[in-house]
């Protein structure tokens, strides 16, 4: 027995011992990260809260330190919460006997008589209120209080403690309940509250504010009654009016917002707490009131919705992004981002099929056949028709593009090849271009391919940026749960896709109002009173609208339509997107209007035959003057007879002024002598074509062009149309010819190399 009682005892004093021992052992610091209470905080530009993701935890969080805490609050939050906070070892025993007591006498749990580092392991970890459970916290707080100097634990108190309504933390309760950083509460906010933890439910500012403003005059006069407030300042806190703002969700920008958290996931190298993105939030909200106006009065139109997107052209920052009239509109799929959907463009990818073919030789003075014609494809011929279903006979580039016509569009894209187009277009962001070229085929110009708003926007932009593209950018900083910046991958390099005389001259064409006058008229909603570049696009059946246009600064994207694919009565980009667009660029430029378009280097101007093309003579009805990339200006003199027909109007001074008729000339304009062309490796063989052009300069009559490769002939065209040719490897020499006869007129030759 005496063996057996040294034994118990050596037990019990181990047992004693391991227990005052584990009580220094240390406390996992793993459990005090941040991390899982931290909510996220979308922001915009200037710091304006667009939306604040839940934390793992399913509440609000922003993690702050002692110096960015009122120390009325932390003062107030002491007296409430553990007066004696800096004297105990984690656990205040004389409260605890006291509640103890207490307990036992009501046969529950009425008193916690619990510290603050009891209350932060609680916050650390759910646990039923029971007894055993209270002697787990009081363990675990004494092994924190041996961990954490008080400071420490005092930050983790002040920014886990629930303060109700999913705000954790004194930070993210004084910008609930009062909209501002809790280092701004003053003596009477600061007590209101550290009086909402001991109770959030009873104390809820939203559900019993009397009770919340009883339990503050509380703590108010415990405050005087331990020195921290003096009698006046006790009088002048607790007559002040407390305000509570009004509980809403913020849920701003929604569509930009789901962008942004798309865009974040997977793995995260950091766990992050706010995202400070590049949106303006309040050209936002006037945008929104703009798209939903303007739906108001197409509603008779069959229109339901639309999308926004405004880009500033020096960064590529998004500054606004409205994805639908309304997000929660589920009859009309408001949640639909109709920024990111993919929907086919119509005649806005023209502007950049005229940019090549400017960069291969054509001008904004080229004449080009508008007339019927079908054009060879892989199932059939494809014969375009255009919008108004008019034909109008030789045009030139520049009115071609400014009144958006179908035909010239396509002639000039089968001469410099739907390939080359394709890669242009992926060069420019149009990652939604997954097929193939050949998958488009002359069609891809009249926008027969599906692209995003984004996209085309950002397309636009590097017009705009005198054909530098730079990718579209959403996000200026991010930050950690540490407070400290995140490094964040740099931006893509910009990249040159169009020569900057090519750029320009679209532009130039593109805010010419005069010349989209056949089109559109002469106050059409393009016609705005600073220069703006413009393009409308409609596709097939009316199921799409769209209007993009840029000025030195912004570049904005319209798109009007219903995503579930129903046609629209009668309604075009003019129409459906124009007045829209104009009222956008007429707010972005209201105060500060834009300056005109910067005129790159290399390019010059020339007097031209409106009709020909050629430089005009003194007859030549209407002259005008045309940008030219340096080099490729007209050098012959308009020779076309401009009379007026029998009577008056012909006269013997016009006469004699019209010059004899040349010579008929017929030259390769494309290729160039010694041009050197490579095989792309990736893309199909079949697709790889070499458009062939040339001009015939005196051969009136004279339409269909022979193509002579290495003395054979290859094929024939049927002029201004070009000759598309199969890249294959090796050297060639091509000869154009025309006629039969005496009337047969021969190129020069052309030598290139294709390799591989």
Not at 113 to 119: P, R, V
Request: charged letters at 20%; aromatic letters at 8%.
């Amino acid at each position: 027995m005496r063996k057996r009682g040294k034994t118990l005892l050596f037990a019990g004093l181990a047992l004693v011992a391991g227990a005052i021992g584990s009580l220094y052992l240390p406390f996992p610091r793993s459990k005090l990260d941040p991390g899982p209470v931290l909510s996220l905080r979308i922001t915009d530009r200037n710091g304006v809260l667009l939306r604040e993701v839940l934390s793992d935890e399913g509440g609000r969080c922003r993690w702050v330190g002692l110096g960015e805490v009122s120390p009325h609050l932390i003062r107030a939050t002491l007296l409430s919460e553990d007066k004696n906070f800096f004297l105990h070892q984690g656990v205040n025993v004389p409260s605890v006997i006291r509640a103890l007591l207490q307990n036992l006498r009501h046969g529950r749990i009425i008193s916690g008589a619990s510290t603050i580092s009891q209350q932060v392991v609680r916050n650390l970890g759910r646990r039923p209120r029971t007894f055993l459970s209270k002697l787990i916290e009081a363990w675990l707080a004494v092994r924190l209080e041996h961990t954490l100097s008080k400071e420490e634990i005092l930050v983790q108190y002040l920014n886990r403690v629930p303060y109700g309504n999913l705000a954790n933390g004194a930070e993210a309760a004084s910008r609930l309940y009062f909209e501002k950083p809790c280092s701004q509460l003053g003596p009477a906010e600061a007590a209101f509250l550290a009086g909402v933890p001991r109770s959030p439910s009873a104390s809820n500012p939203y559900r019993d504010l009397p009770a919340a403003l009883k339990r503050q005059k509380e703590i108010l006069r415990s405050m005087v009654r331990s020195g921290l407030l003096t009698a006046e300042e006790y009088h002048r806190a607790a007559a002040e009016d407390i305000r509570i703002s009004v509980h809403a969700d913020r849920f701003r920008a929604p569509h930009f917002c789901e962008f942004i958290l798309g865009s974040m996931k997977g793995p995260q190298q950091y766990r992050l707490s706010e995202v400070r993105t590049t949106l303006d939030y309040r050209l936002q909200k006037k945008v929104e009131v703009l798209l939903s106006g303007h739906l108001n009065s197409l509603r008779e139109k069959g229109v339901t919705n639309g999308s926004v997107i405004v880009l500033d052209n020096d960064g590529g920052d998004v500054l606004a992004l409205a994805g639908s009239r309304d997000f929660f509109d589920a009859g009309h799929d408001g949640q639909v981002n109709g920024a990111l959907a993919l929907r086919q463009p119509g005649s806005a990818l023209k502007p950049f099929t005229y940019a090549l073919a400017l960069e291969r030789g054509m001008t904004a003075a080229s004449v080009i056949d508008d007339a019927p014609n079908a054009f060879p494809a892989f199932e059939g011929n494809y014969d375009p028709q255009n919008y108004d279903r008019k034909f109008h006979g030789p045009i030139r580039m520049r009115s071609a593009l400014a009144c958006s016509y179908n035909l010239p569009a396509v002639t000039v894209l089968e001469a410099i090849g739907p390939d080359l187009l394709y890669r242009r277009l992926k060069d420019l962001g149009f990652d939604s271009l997954r097929k193939s070229p050949g998958f488009y085929g002359l069609g891809l110009t009249l926008g027969n391919g599906e692209v995003s708003l984004l996209e085309l926007a950002g397309a636009y932009a590097a017009l705009a940026r005198g054909g530098r593209f730079q990718r579209n950018r959403t996000v200026i900083r991010m930050t950690g749960e540490d407070g400290k910046d995140v490094p964040m991958p740099g931006p893509e390099k910009a990249v040159d896709v169009f020569s900057r005389g090519a750029a320009f001259i679209i532009t130039n064409i593109l805010s010419d109002g005069d010349a989209r006058v056949p089109s559109f008229g002469y106050r059409s909603p393009l016609h705005l009173p600073f220069p703006c570049a413009a393009k409308t696009g409609t596709s097939k059946d009316y199921r799409d609208n769209w209007t993009i246009g840029y000025t030195p600064r912004h570049t904005v994207g319209v798109w009007v339509g219903n995503f579930d694919g129903k046609p629209m009565h009668d309604v075009s980009g003019i129409t459906g997107c124009g007045p829209l667009f104009r009222d956008i660029m007429l707010l972005l430029n209201a105060k500060d209007p834009p300056l005109p378009f910067a005129e790159p280097w290399g390019l010059v101007r020339r007097s031209i035959c409106p009709l020909s093309g050629r430089l005009a003579r003194a007859s030549c009805p209407g002259r005008m003057d045309e940008i030219f990339i340096s080099g490729t200006e007209p050098r012959e003199v308009c020779w076309t007879f401009h009379g007026a027909g029998a009577g008056p109007g012909l006269t013997t001074a016009s006469v004699s002024e019209a010059p004899s008729r040349p010579e008929p000339v017929l030259r390769i304009v494309f290729p160039r002598d010694g041009g050197v062309f490579k095989i792309d490796p990736v893309l199909r063989k079949d697709y790889q074509m070499l458009g062939f052009r040339a001009d015939r300069s005196g051969a009136a009559g004279q339409r269909t062009i022979e193509w002579w490769i290495n003395g054979r002939m290859a094929g024939t065209s049927v002029s201004p149309s070009g000759f598309s040719w199969k890249l294959a490897p090796g050297s060639y020499t091509i000869k154009a010819a025309s006629g039969t006869g005496a009337l047969r007129i021969e190129s020069r030759p052309v030598r290139i190399i294709v390799i591989t």
